[in-house]
């Protein structure tokens, strides 16, 4: 793809405009002014990145993401430092996440490097958009790929669009959440897409998702699909649990869950807390009964959105209802979050090299 061309827009958003904005920039609702684009053909490969004003596009009526779904994406966010520079946290994890998202898709790869440079060109453009730290605000990135082949037939497309958006936000959730177990719905089967970013996962779940909010619950549990007895992941993050003996858990990959960056890099930091990171098979009736006995003393849920969200409480069908310790976020949950906002910020040294100065 290398060389990216810039078409500036004519009409950026005002200065005044901006700032009201990052004054309280809900969750993916106001966009910056400009779009990272590529085009892919069988013949030809991958054009040119481009940067293009932000807008609609054009796409014919039969493109084939507007029929079977063939669309993957990724999250990740740029943080704007006390001293006013920018940076973004493990992107080449996002990229190569993306690339086996594609495969699995049947979709072509973006070359790494690309997708990167391509995402750190757009933040330099938009830099005025990442806002200041305070409220640990940042300017959330949304690279996605659609399939844009016009044609009806069931097969891997020709065409392909990859895009890249950015969305300045706040928190995603602003209050610990309780998770809803449902009895009618999973998520994903082995042999499917659940460890992929693809459209359809969440178009699936949008269901479940009601039904916790019938019940009062922030998001879903999600148990396995097969024997519905484990434990697997919340809707837009991953789940773990600190246990009365100093270990944390989290379920294992099995096949079936998203591999998050959060994930990896709090199992990562976990030692330094005097945490044991431990990933395995978690059932249900573990869960509960550590639960009630004690031996889950914290629980929590990580995304890029949601950062590290405490879950205060289980509920199932049949009036089940498990409250995690006294109700409140866990000392360790609220350690791990710092410890992680404030690599991502710069407040803390980054002796991994997670975190990528912008501009
Ligand atoms: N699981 C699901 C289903 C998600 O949508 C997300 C969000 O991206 C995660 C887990 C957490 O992944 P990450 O930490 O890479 O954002
Ligand atoms: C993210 O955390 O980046 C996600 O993709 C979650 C989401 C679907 C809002």
Known sequence: MSDIVLHRTPTPTSAERRAEILANPVFGHYFVDHQLLADYSADGGWGPMRIEPMGTWQMHPAAAVLHYGQEIFEGLKAYRRADGS??????????????????????????????????????????EWVPDPAGEQSLYIRPFMVASEPYLGVRPASGYTFCVIASPVGAYYDEPVTLWLTPNYTRAAPGGTGAAKCGGNYAASLDAATEAEQEGCGQVLWTDGAERKYIEECGT???????????????????????GITRD??????????????????????????????????????GTAAVVTPIVGFKAPGGVHHVVADGKPGAKTKEMRAALVDIQYGRAEDPFGWTQRVC
């Open 237 to 259: 993050m991953n789940f773990m649990f600190v246990s009365r003996d100093g270990e944390l858990v989290t379920p294992a990959l099995t096949g079936t869950i998203l591999a």
């Open 86 to 127: 920018v940076w973004l946290f493990r992107p080449e994890a996002n990229a190569a996440r993306f690339a086996r998202s594609a495969a699995r898709l049947g979709m072509p790869a973006v070359p790494e490097t690309d997708f990167v440079e391509g995402i750190r060109r757009l933040v330099e453009l938009e830099h």
């Open 265 to 302: 890099s709090l199992l990562t930091l976990a030692e330094r807390h005097g945490l044991t990171p431990v990933e395995r098979r978690v059932t249900v009736e573990e869960l509960f009964d550590g639960v009630e006995s004690g031996y889950v003393a914290e629980a929590f849920a990580c």
